[in-house]
């Protein structure tokens, strides 16, 4: 069984990620980009559909234990084994500690054992780095700190999302015959295992036993390569260590925010950096498929796609945080995902712009924890969603207002986009949530399109641009007006999720944020007290909309999830905006608090559980977090206050 998601930690290579469990098991990994097939899908079954576990052979007691243990069936008095070990997978057991290196994606877990204490560092060599090939590695070096520790590596590859048993023979090196590399064949896939212990086969796994003493460092690398091409380049661990080290470490230096949060802001800005698509600028929204937002229940989806709302708001707070190359990539991939009629305009493409994003259902993986189906491909990308409009168009307008060179093309892009509003801002849609049901009048939608006709009637206001002003302010006139007319419940003092509904809706909690109407209006606070009177959960997190247990919701499906993570820290940044800073700062604190040991949040939380649900991690729960940390610094004051 997986581990809870919470027990994962990140590592990637800025095309593909993998997530390490706290035991160092590898349960995800895609290859050789973020949306391939998985060739180790663990996460979403069992052990037999592929993972990679590399930890002390013998058992770690929870206290460390002072005399040694005698020695288990299968060893020597020196420690080494002395018989073939049996043939199961290398135990599961969680390291006593675990942290990221410094400010890097480059993962160190540490178990202390009666026998001394090993480390296994955890990377994958940001591809075109300087020297680094162009194909994917994961690296995973087990250092001796202290003692002699025995260990096992096991590794299971399975092919195309755990289905397919890969063709798994040695090759030697004709120059060294000592040097022998194990590869996995199946279709076009090709993974050669490079290690600097002897591997040998057992139930269709491949196993390495070995022995670490103090001081000594063993690696292993994992390559993928087309299978039609010759054996890939057997990488230099200790070196691909110091340039991944470098890399990360520079990147992270150029964070401008200084403020008290910077640990939980910088290690959210190397997520986010993680799950960029590196050749063409394009952002994942996470980098899994199918993880529950309700443990059992059928709400799961792949996020191994760029979401055009995700990322603009990805961009904004690179922006504001001093990232202004990849700003400035991400409006180039843009550019040419949407190019063409914007009627043609997609919610969601792929990470190099892709349009075929069909949703099916992978029959033969159970599901995290039985949480079924599992799903590839996304339905929602066919939806009209015409909040998007407005995120586009507000992140096109900070990239310019913050500096980026002016882009003619992106203007007019966005003249094309409030065309099209202008012609469809009154259609119903399926709104910031992609709902499954009927298409309704969702009020965050039409504030948002009054956000895209605002930030371009400014631009043109502002800057040397040109454009219908007349017409379109009153455009902007008469979708403010519609919203407070059909959007706003008097009796309640609320706005509310649709026209003509009762229901609330934490998307609300953005009007402010967006300067549709200032945090002082008595509407808006009426909205925030509403929300927090009815979409709080017992611990003080944010539901996005009520659902309705076992039967079918307003969202079209059954079942309930958990608290927003996002929502929960605009309600922190509406807080902070009314004067109740104490509260947001409580708030975003706490929200601080549920991040998993090494920083990392997934996109729910399940008060019931107490536990991370839905993907993982997820890039619109970074997001947020950075952003409230900076409003939090400009309302001033000290952490606590
Ligand atoms: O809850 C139903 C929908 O859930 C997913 O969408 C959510 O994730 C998106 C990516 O982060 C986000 O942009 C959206 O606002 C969220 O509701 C899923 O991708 C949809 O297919 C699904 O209908």
């Not at 135990?91 to 296994?120: C, F, K, M, N």
């Not at 419940?489 to 934490?506: I, M, V």
């Amino acid at each position: 069984m997986a581990a809870r998601i919470e027990d994962y930690a990140l590592i990637g290579d800025m095309q593909t990620a993998a997530l390490v469990s706290r035991d160092g098991s590898v349960d995800w990994l895609c290859l050789p980009r973020f949306d391939s097939p998985a060739v180790f899908a663990g996460l979403l079954g069992t052990d037999e559909h592929g993972f990679w576990r590399i930890g002390p052979a013998d058992p770690v007691p929870e206290q460390p234990v002072v005399p040694p243990l005698p020695l288990p069936t299968g060893f020597d008095s020196t420690g080494e084994f002395r018989a073939l070990p049996p043939t199961a997978a290398a135990p599961a057991q969680p390291a006593t500690r675990r942290r990221y290196r410094g400010d890097s994606l480059i993962l160190e877990q540490e178990w202390d054992t009666p026998r001394g204490t090993v480390r296994v560092i955890d990377f994958m060599p940001p591809r075109g780095l300087p020297e680094r090939g162009a194909v994917p590695q994961m690296i995973r070096i087990v250092e001796g700190v202290s003692g002699r520790v025995r260990m096992r590596s096991a590794l299971r590859m399975r092919f195309s999302y755990g289905r397919i048993v890969p063709w798994v023979h040695k090759v030697e090196d004709p120059a060294n015959p000592e040097n022998v590399r194990t590869v996995a064949v199946a279709g076009p896939d090709s993974v050669w295992l490079d290690g600097e212990a002897e591997t040998y086969g057992r139930n269709l796994t491949t196993y390495a036993d070995f022995t670490v003493q103090a001081g000594q460092r063993i690696a292993f690398a994992l390559t993928w390569q087309p299978s039609h091409l010759g054996p890939p380049d057997q990488p230099d661990a200790e070196e691909a260590l110091t340039a991944t080290e470098e890399f990360w470490l520079d990147w992270a230096s150029q964070c401008t925010y200084q403020g008290p949060y910077r640990e939980a802001v910088v290690r959210s800005l190397i997520t986010l950096k993680g799950l960029t698509y590196a050749p063409t600028g394009g952002i994942v929204a996470a980098p899994t498929t199918s993880l529950p937002e309700d443990i059992g229940g059928v709400r799961n989806w792949d996020y191994r796609f760029t979401w055009l709302r995700d990322a603009t708001i990805t961009l904004s707070s690179l922006l504001r945080t001093g990232y202004r190359d990849e700003a400035r990539a991400w409006r180039e991939w843009l550019l040419r995902a949407v190019a063409g009629d914007p009627e043609n305009l997609q919610i969601m493409y792929g990470i190099a712009g892709e349009r075929e994003l069909t949703e099916a259902t992978l029959d033969w993986l159970p599901g995290y924890e039985g949480s079924g189906p599992v799903r590839i491909g996304n339905g929602a990308a066919e939806q009209l969603q015409l909040d998007v409009y407005g995120e586009v168009v507000e992140a096109l307008h900070l990239a310019h207002m913050t500096g980026l060179a002016r882009n003619d093309h992106a203007f007019l892009l966005q003249l094309r986009l409030i065309g099209y509003l202008e012609q469809h801002w009154r259609d119903p849609d399926e709104g910031i949530w992609e709902v499954r049901g009927p298409r309704r009048h969702f009020v965050h939608s039409k504030v948002m399109a009054w956000v895209a006709v605002d930030r371009t009637i400014r631009m043109i206001e502002e800057t040397p641009h040109e454009g219908p002003l007349e017409r379109w302010r009153q455009l902007r006139d008469d979708i403010h007006e519609d919203v407070c007319e059909n959007g706003f419940d008097r009796e309640r003092n609320t706005f509310t999720q649709s026209y003509g509904s009762k229901e609330l809706d934490a998307s609300l909690l953005l009007i402010p944020q967006v300067g549709f109407l200032p945090p002082d209006d008595k509407r808006v606070i009426g909205t925030i007290e509403a929300i927090q009177r009815e979409l709080l959960t017992p611990d003080g997190f944010v539901l996005r909309y009520p659902t309705s247990g076992g039967e079918e919701g307003l969202d079209g499906l059954p079942g309930d999830e958990g608290a927003f993570l996002a929502c929960s820290f605009w309600l922190a940044d509406d807080l902070a905006m009314i004067g109740r800073v104490a509260e947001a700062r409580q708030l975003f604190e706490k929200l601080l608090s549920i991040r998993n040991d090494v920083g990392l949040l997934a996109e729910e939380w399940d008060p019931r559980l107490q536990r991370q649900v839905g993907n993982f991690p997820q890039a619109f729960s970074h997001v947020p977090l950075i952003d409230t940390a900076l409003r939090l610094n400009a309302c001033g004051g000290l952490p606590g206050m």
